[in-house]
């Protein structure tokens, strides 16, 4: 044990860059960055995974001392690599989030918020219905194991140590950002459509028979219409879930790639 954990000071410089890569990726990916965790079993979870890593990581590009300005440089961006890499690993539920607002807010729920631990902020109950089934399927297919994985396997494709920033990565999260809006558009593409029929059917009534109150009678109709087609819907939603944790995966690839 004493061979494989050398802590000289390299290799205490390299556990720490090691550790700051991997807190800064727990505390900003899915489900397990979330508010329920608590900030010690975060801490505590990143240091188990350092720990079991930590022996056979390359650490041959560290060479700087403890009184080192790199080492602040270096330990910045450790920071900004895992967190960039638990934000795309959140684009698979921000997918499905997005989806979920959008058909809130056309069926006429959107009032309907709650709040909502996991993010802090308050949501559609549809949209926290989404991302309910989301989660479940997301742990169903392994999907923190293939971002854990990933994380492990950036130390092959970023290294310890490596000095220089490529700033053409931040160009690249605001194209993967509005892939997010346009696949959200895509899953909520049902039962917009729906509705938006929907509302054609209840204008042409309204305009043949006046006495009745279209503003009113639309709304339990339209989210009558709307529950119908997602229950439709549903095994090609789950299918493209599957799609989506794969496109999320080959972002976050295809990110680490640039640096």
């Known amino acids: 044990m004493a061979n494989i954990y050398n802590f000289n000071e390299i290799e205490m410089l390299s556990f720490i860059l090691v550790f700051i890569r991997m807190t800064s990726f727990i505390v900003s990916w899915p489900v397990f960055g979330s508010g329920l965790v608590p900030t010690p079993a975060k801490v505590l979870f990143s240091l188990v995974i350092t720990l079991v890593i930590f022996p056979v990581l390359d650490r041959s590009l ?6 080192s300005y790199q080492m602040v440089f270096l330990a910045m961006k450790e920071v900004f690599i895992g967190v960039t890499f638990g934000f795309l690993a959140r684009m698979f539920f921000f997918c499905i989030s997005v989806a979920g607002q959008l058909n809130s807010i056309t069926m006429g729920i959107s009032s309907s918020q709650l709040f909502n631990p996991a993010m802090g902020s308050s949501a559609s109950s549809l949209e926290q219905f989404k991302v309910a089934i ?3 399927f997301f742990l ?9 994985q990933g994380i492990v396997m950036s130390f092959d494709l970023v290294p310890m140590g490596l000095q220089g920033v490529n700033f053409l990565s931040s160009s690249s999260v605001g194209e993967f950002t509005q892939q997010v809006m346009e696949i959200g558009v895509r ?22 028979v006046p006495q009745i109150n279209v503003l009113i009678t639309s709304l339990p109709v339209n989210i009558l219409a709307g529950f119908v087609i997602m229950i439709i819907v549903m095994p090609i939603f789950i299918w493209q879930m599957e799609d989506i944790v794969d496109f999320s995966a080959e972002a976050v690839f295809k990110l680490l790639k640039t640096y």
């Open 62 to 67: 560290v060479s700087i001392t403890f009184d």
């Open 134 to 136: 989301a989660t479940l």
């Open 140 to 148: 169903a297919i392994q999907g923190h194991h293939v971002f854990l």
């Open 187 to 208: 899953l909520s593409a049902p039962v917009l459509v729906a509705v938006f029929f929907m509302n054609i059917s209840m204008a042409v009534i309204g305009r043949a």
